[in-house]
């Protein structure tokens, strides 16, 4: 392997590891949120996802469609800005 596959590499096994870490979290605010009356749900962190997503894509220069797909389901809507160039 080149130097250019692994950095490549690296910064696909760091976005996986984040990602899991990151929806391991979000999966742990949702079960433990203290306010019975107003329940947390996967659907509030979607700004927090579209922005891991831009800093994944940009910054890491990854293909974050494959993240994309970890999205909430009963999102109200879908975002379709592109995404600045690098």
């Keep these: 392997m080149n130097a250019h596959s692994n950095a490549s590499q690296a ?3 760091y976005a996986d ?3 899991r870490r990151y929806l391991e979290l979000r999966r742990w605010a949702v079960e ?3 306010n019975p009356e107003q329940p947390l749900q996967a659907a ?3 700004a927090t ?3 891991l997503q831009l800093l994944l894509g ?3 220069r990854l293909n974050v469609d494959k993240y994309a797909q ?3 389901a009963n999102a109200q809507y879908e ?3 592109p995404m600045p160039w690098p």
């Design 32 to 34: 433990n949120w203290p």
């Design 79 to 81: 975002d379709v800005t």
């Design 49 to 51: 996802d579209r922005e």
């Design 44 to 46: 509030d962190f979607i």
């Design 70 to 72: 970890q999205r909430p």
């Design 17 to 19: 590891e984040l990602m």
């Design 11 to 13: 910064r696909e096994q």
């Design 58 to 60: 940009a910054r890491a």
